[in-house]
């Protein structure tokens, strides 16, 4: 009973009901803006909230991180430009059901599925929180640097038609990715004598650049092309509509919360590893995967969102930070004396409990703030291109330059939206560049802690990949994964489907 009280704090206390209100509201249209990111305004936060008590103080914060993990899927759907990293996955049906007209069925999709989502993480939060904890810190080094892996091979099933082409792409953003200094040896890579390259290159600058500037380019060829009028008269989903992807979205919310839970991992990885579910489960989908198929925006936002949840689970429980954003949290509770971990949930339980029911106002409000506002939303689409071109390039512009306040990001931003066009005319897939550059210190820092771990010997971290049970789990993943995008595994199924239809 003490327990249901604490979680009913948010509700009962008007100030902290807004507070979370607010915060929501902020994160959904600070997500919805490119290069504006929710780690980067809860770090904000921090600093107009340490005087504050604690619970306004994460009223506030849980409220923005919620919002805008949802608030990126609104110019992935609108304009090709995710707002956040974990709507790269959105973007890839979102965009092309805006461009059919039916901008505002893809919001409304994606709205619902995001609560639903997040409801699946905070329930898992809530009840299951100690055992995947306990799941989660079994993961070694090697584990990671073999998840990171698993998300490069991801680029297949990314990439419409050549498997070589998204491997390609794969490289090149794990390129980019390790372009700065060696964080183990402090040494330059990738830097060729260039100052400006020691501190990297911003991965918001990438994905800009790729998904906002080269749209943009690409609409120059159809800039007399009259604009697409946007159908909604239909914003939330039908029920045979969320019945009929029910199963799906429990598939892909349970890969959000295990992969939220697994520390440095986050929404993005979660989102891009459940559209690849979706599009491996996903018999006879109506509309094919990249050009408007539901089940391309249930999965990522589904799995983004539960990924919250997920995130909190190792702050709480162990005192290991799920992503960027919990990470600041953690922080915030130092701050205000507080100690994350085991026993901050014996010591002080209220505390877990204020979170959780925190995190289920938040996704309420969410749902709300989401479902609102479409059609003014949804006019952009309908603008002339010749006003949104320049409507893309601005918030392109604006977005790169707002990470670091540098104009050396926006060069990097137009540099790579104009590589970005040209991948788009040879059939490159822009999906694996970004996902690579996110993957690529996850999979660098993890690799040289395992082969430490080893004593440097080669031979060792492949015996522990084999006498562990969860290494060998995900190693056979890796090389299941990467058999089945081989062609000649395609053509084994075909030859297999042409007997059975003989037969």
């Known amino acids: 009973m003490h327990e249901i009280m604490a979680a009913l704090t948010v509700l009962t206390d008007l100030k902290l009901f807004l507070l979370v209100g607010l915060g929501t509201f902020a994160g959904v249209y600070i997500g919805a803006i490119p290069g504006l990111s929710v780690t980067m305004a809860v770090s904000i936060l921090i600093s107009f909230t340490f005087s504050w008590e604690v619970y306004p103080a994460l009223a506030l914060m849980i409220g923005i991180f919620m919002g805008g993990v949802y608030g990126g899927s609104r110019t992935a759907i609108l304009l090709n430009i995710p707002g956040a990293p974990s709507a790269i996955a959105t973007a890839m049906d979102g965009y092309p059901m805006a461009l059919k007209g039916e901008a505002g069925t893809a919001i409304g999709a994606t709205t619902v599925m995001s609560f639903f989502g997040g409801l699946i993480g905070i329930i898992v939060l809530g009840v299951g929180a100690p055992f995947v904890a306990d799941f989660a810190i079994r993961f070694q080094p090697r584990d990671y640097m073999l998840l990171a892996v698993l998300g490069i091979l991801l680029v297949g099933s990314l990439s419409e038609g050549s498997l070589t082409k998204g491997i390609f792409a794969g490289a090149l953003g794990i390129a980019i990715g390790a372009v700065g200094m060696d964080p183990l040896t402090f040494t330059e890579r990738f830097t060729f004598g260039i100052p400006l390259l020691t501190g990297g290159i911003s991965f918001v600058a990438v994905m800009i650049g790729m998904f906002g500037v080269s749209e943009a380019l690409l609409q120059l060829h159809h800039v007399d092309k009259t604009s697409v009028r946007q159908k909604i008269d239909r914003i939330i989903p039908t029920w045979s ?86 990470a600041i949290m953690i922080g915030a509770l130092f701050i205000h004396g507080l100690n994350p971990g085991p026993m901050l949930m014996i010591e002080q339980p209220d505390m877990f409990w204020f979170i959780l029911g925190a995190l289920f106002v938040a996704n309420i409000f969410m749902l709300i703030f989401g479902l609102t506002g479409i059609r ?103 090389v299941l994964i990467f058999v089945s995008q081989t062609p000649v595994w395609a053509r084994m199924k075909r030859a297999l489907s042409r007997r059975e239809g003989g037969a």
């Open 241 to 326: 509509t969320v019945r009929k992807h029910l199963p799906l979205a429990l598939q892909t919310s349970s890969i959000g919360v295990v992969i939220g839970a697994l520390p440095g991992t986050g929404g993005d990885i979660a989102a891009l590893m459940a559209y690849d579910h979706a599009k491996r489960v996903t018999r006879n989908p109506e509309v094919p995967f990249g050009k408007g198929a539901m089940e391309g925006l249930v999965a990522p936002e589904t799995a983004n969102n539960a990924a919250v949840g997920g995130a909190f689970i190792p702050m709480l429980t162990l005192g290991i930070p799920g992503d960027a954003v919990t």
């Open 376 to 478: 003014l939303f949804t006019k952009i689409v309908e603008m002339p291109l010749a006003v949104l071109i320049p409507l893309i390039l601005l918030l392109s512009i604006v977005g790169a330059f707002a990470v670091n306040n540098a104009i050396t990001d926006v060069y990097w931003m137009l540099l790579f939206g104009v590589l970005g066009y040209f991948m788009r005319l040879y059939g490159y897939p822009l999906g694996p560049v970004i996902l690579g550059v996110i993957l690529s210190r996850l999979l660098d820092d993890n690799w040289r802690r395992a082969i430490i771990s080893e004593g440097e010997s080669l031979g060792g971290f492949f015996r522990g990949i084999l006498t562990s049970p969860l290494s060998a789990a995900l190693f056979l993943a890796v």
